[in-house]
């Protein structure tokens, strides 16, 4: 039988404009009428001729209204000419997943239904993101056309008479005005086990966690915080490489996220902070909703910085037989990122690229061959593998060091410290704000410490004395399209290389964080502790933005 296309008429929403990850708002946003339809249409829309007869992946981190949007854009695809759709089974696909299967189906593009590490359920945000053909997510000239035809859209195309059953793997066939249509359930798990077995040595890793090797197995605590990476770690963690079922916890995906913030950070991974601090473990790991986030700490909790995560694996690619195959090409972090990882790539003669926040930067870069590992203090660390970042990955890239090393988390820490020095580093988050003094601070603190007597001046707290060596507000040329991004963070770099960093976040559904993120590097003073080192630092950063007279707070809301 065939289905009949139907064109609805719309009128625009404002604030459709995707942020530093897609486009992401309260549910109750969300759910007006039309305004799913909209965005998605226009997302289609922005392919151009490429979407007749394409092949496009859809999934998401199974939160609140995922499976609804998923069977929305089912029928929306269908009425716009895509020719196949690769569904993940009850609308569940990590972000990670996304990005693999869009590179294994040469599909031009996948639709991600996830709000990362924001809270989910009825009350809290959701959110929807294009991911282009090489698996990463819309770079800015993309993201902004769909924003254009946010503004302007009039129609969109959907086939409301077309069933489906998303909770059942298989492959359904329809005939759309004639044209074939078909809508594959995938199982959500299995392409992404693969791609992980043939990056790393499951066999060596199996030995290892199980205790095979050395009769101790590994204790473990990997807490998937109710997100989407419950069944994925899951299979990979218990079921490929021997864990026992104690090394993984809240691995059920809920749509609420069972009211956790899934953010793997000290503060809001506070259960496994404190279970591994109290208990008897080698390792702790989390992840945020949609898996791309990962968070790794110690023995008794001993805490890696996303940086120094960075830095230890740039260190020991050897331990991972993928960068064997594919050879080492460059480093990148984002300008935020402490830049522990700059000076591994120094050592090992390779690129070292410094990019605005956003994984999307990252892509230019490994498309053209000279990037194959980056991260960013915001919890992400990845390869190019694909084009995410990837939590799972990245916590089998520290076993894979901890089994080559024989070492300790902490120990291996310690030793690169010794090698290399240590960028202290934290991160002051100030969210819900007011965004209209959050505005005028930043562009009060960028108009003083972009004249001309900025640079040159000293600062003192506690003893310390810092001088400003240059400030501005970031902006970056990609080195491979040219294409320019400006109005990044506003940066003060002394003369030893510290620095303080602030920029509002772009990842928010409603007024403005803003982050402030502190970076001390010492060569020999390895051993102090973070928050007492960074203290002098943090105190000049608040007197030089003002923040406290700007946004009446004097804490910050999390610290990581
Ligand atoms: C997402 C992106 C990251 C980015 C982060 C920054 O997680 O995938 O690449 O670092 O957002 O968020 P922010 O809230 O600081 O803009
Ligand atoms: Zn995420």
Redesign the pocket.
């Known amino acids: 039988m065939s289905l009949n296309v139907e064109t609805k008429q719309t009128t625009p929403y404002e604030g459709q404009k995707p942020?530093?990850?897609g486009l992401r708002k309260k549910v109750k946003v969300f759910t007006q009428p039309n305004y799913t339809e909209n965005f998605v249409q226009c997302i289609l829309e922005a392919n151009g001729t490429a979407l007749v007869g394409s092949t496009l992946v859809v999934g998401g981190d199974g939160r609140y209204y995922c499976k609804e949007a998923a069977e929305l854009i089912i029928r929306i695809c269908a009425g716009n000419g895509v020719a196949k759709l690769l569904v993940g089974q009850n609308g569940i696909l990590s972000t990670p997943a996304v990005s693999s299967l869009i590179r294994h189906n040469k599909a031009l593009g996948g639709i991600v239904l996830t709000a990362?590490?924001n809270p989910g359920g009825p009350e809290n945000d959701f959110g929807i993101k294009f991911n282009c053909e090489n698996g990463g997510?819309a770079p800015d000239a993309f993201t902004n056309k769909i924003y254009q035809l946010s503004t302007t859209i009039k129609a969109y195309t959907l086939v409301p008479s077309l069933q489906i059953d998303i909770s059942k793997v298989g492959v359904s066939n329809y005939d759309i005005g004639g044209k074939p249509f078909v809508v594959e359930v995938i199982d959500s798990v299995a392409n992404y086990v693969r791609h992980m077995e043939e990056i790393f040595d499951f066999g060596k890793l199996h030995d290892f966690v199980s205790g095979k090797s050395n009769g101790k197995p590994l204790k473990m605590r990997i807490d998937s915080m109710n997100g989407v990476t419950g069944a994925y770690v899951r299979e990979i963690f218990l079921n490929r490489l021997g864990a026992t079922e104690a090394s993984v916890v809240h691995t059920t995906p809920l749509p609420d996220f069972g009211g956790l913030h899934p953010d793997p950070n000290l503060t809001y991974a506070k259960d496994l902070v404190e279970t591994v601090a109290k208990g008897d473990y080698d390792i702790g790991a989390a992840f945020d909703g949609d898996g791309?986030?990962n968070m790794i700490i110690g023995s008794k909790a001993f805490f890696v910085t996303p940086s120094d995560s960075l830095a230890v694996i740039a260190h020991y690619l050897d331990a991972i037989p993928y960068f064997q195959k594919n050879g080492v090409q460059g480093f990148a972090r984002?300008m935020p990122t402490a830049s522990a990882v700059d000076l591994v790539g120094k050592k090992l003669g390779k690129e070292v690229f410094e990019v605005p926040?956003?994984?999307k930067y990252f892509g230019n870069l490994m498309d053209a061959g000279r990037l194959c590992l980056c991260g960013?203090e915001?919890f992400?660390t990845g390869s190019n593998h694909i084009r995410e970042?990837d939590g799972i990955w990245a916590v089998l890239a520290w076993i894979s060091v901890m089994q080559h090393t024989g070492k300790s988390i902490e120990d291996i820490l310690k030793q690169h410290w010794s090698v290399y020095g240590r960028n202290y580093f934290t991160r002051y988050d100030y969210e819900e704000c007011d965004l209209e003094p959050c505005n005028e601070m930043m562009a009060t603190m960028e108009k003083n410490i972009t004249a001309a007597e900025f640079v040159g001046k000293s600062f003192s707290s506690e003893g310390k004395t810092y001088k400003v060596k240059e400030a501005d507000n970031f902006s970056y040329t990609d080195p491979v399209d040219k294409s320019l991004a400006t109005k990044q963070g506003l940066r003060i770099v002394f003369d030893d290389g510290s620095r303080i960093v602030m920029?509002l976040?772009?990842?928010?559904s409603s007024g403005a964080?803003v982050?402030l993120y502190i970076d001390s590097y010492e060569k020999q003073n390895v051993l102090g502790q973070a928050s007492v080192m960074l203290k002098p630092l943090i105190d000049i950063a608040l007197e030089i933005s003002q923040l406290p007279k700007f946004t009446g707070r004097n804490a910050p809301t999390v610290i990581t």
């Open positions: 942020g530093t990850s990362s590490h997510p791309d986030r984002s926040t956003g994984w960013e915001s992400g970042k920029r976040s772009g990842t928010g964080t982050r």
